[in-house]
């Protein structure tokens, strides 16, 4: 299932972690059971998605396996996600010309998002400076991409080329070509 998909229900992302958990922690039933003090039935029901555990039960179980209690129904992350741009609202410009898809944004645990951006003929963004040691890669799929960092060097990128800069810097975006440009930016918020 991936996030456009519909909604798992909260016993099923519970049955999940909980199997997660276990599997991590290298723990059969019966030692879980040992651990928390809920029976080994009980948690092989949780388990299969057959028993929707009480807050008595969980906070159990959370206690038992030293694990917080919210652990148990966040949702864990999907061995694979795939995303097809069509279902992503773009972010616009004021212009309309310059389209941003957050196609893998910043989450837990990750210092980088990953956008799909599209660049109509003419148009231009200006982007202010990110925190200190941030980076963006961009690579051009098609079209060309100019790129001024703080107002005075001017960088042509062209399809097939990519491009590195520190973003804690003003930063320009403009296509000077005559077709649209597509490219893929990495932002990386590594601290400085």
Not at 115 to 124: D, R, T
Request: glycine fraction near 6%; include cysteine.
């Amino acid at each position: 299932m991936n996030q456009y998909e519909s909604q798992e229900s909260i016993n099923e992302i519970i049955s999940k972690n909980l199997k997660i958990l276990r599997k991590q922690k290298k723990l059969s039933l019966d030692s879980v059971s040992e651990l928390t003090g809920v029976s080994k039935s009980m948690l092989g029901q949780i388990e299969r998605g057959e028993s929707s555990p009480t807050i008595s039960t969980l906070w159990k179980i959370a206690t038992g396996l030293h694990i917080s209690f919210t652990s148990l129904m966040e949702k864990p992350e999907e061995e694979a996600t795939v995303i097809r741009n069509l279902d992503i609202n773009p972010l616009l410009s004021e212009s309309a010309g310059f389209k941003l898809y957050p196609v893998f944004p910043l989450a837990d645990g990750r210092s980088f998002e990953i956008l799909y951006i599209e660049i109509e003929p003419g148009v231009s963004s200006n982007s202010l400076p990110h925190e200190p040691g941030t980076e963006e890669f961009v690579i051009v799929y098609s079209g060309e991409l100019e790129i001024t960092l703080e107002y005075e060097n001017t960088y042509s990128v062209s399809s097939g080329c990519s491009i590195h800069y520190k973003a804690d810097q003003n930063h320009e975006y403009r296509n000077p070509s005559s077709e649209t440009a597509k490219l893929c930016m990495v932002i990386n918020y590594r601290p400085s």
